[in-house]
């Protein structure tokens, strides 16, 4: 929340902050899933930072042990297991490998260029349904259809 209320980050009084205020469209840049509110600026640095990383990983002497909490604990993966090696594997090119370890890699991928490239992008809203509903589709994916596990 902003200083003054209305939901808008910064310092701007609440009557300028109204749904539908020419000044509110320009100054609102959030993402919103469900509660939580994420400034464009701080998604814009973690697109660069999750495609910087995963153009270097290959590169790495050594790559840190990042195994899934659930999966080394029950054996089951979870939605987003394969995201690391899908990433990586869509940010230098190879769409078929990407799919396989998760399908969800290409869109976040495609997700932090359009976030890059996009300058006038002023509010990011994604429905806590949509959230949950892709969630289960990658869980299905991962535990059914997965050739990698």
Request: proline share 8%; aromatic share 6%.
């Amino acid at each position: 929340m902003g200083r003054f209320g209305g939901g808008v980050r910064g310092s701007v009084p609440s009557h300028w902050a109204r749904r539908g205020s020419a000044y509110a469209d320009r100054v609102t840049a959030t993402l919103t899933v469900g509660p939580a509110n994420l400034a464009v600026r701080e998604l814009r640095l973690a697109s660069a930072g999750l495609l910087g990383v995963a153009a270097l990983w290959p590169a790495l002497p050594v790559h840190p042990p990042l195994a899934c909490p659930l999966r080394a604990t029950t054996g089951i993966p979870c939605p987003l297991c394969g995201m690391t090696r899908a990433v990586v594997a869509a940010v230098h090119g190879d769409v078929v490998a990407s799919v396989a370890y998760n399908p969800a890699g290409i869109v976040a991928v495609l997700l932090a260029v359009a976030l890059l490239l996009v300058p006038r992008l002023r509010r990011v809203a994604i429905s806590s349904r949509l959230v949950v509903v892709v969630g289960a589709l990658l869980w299905a994916w991962n535990v059914t259809l997965n050739p990698t596990f």
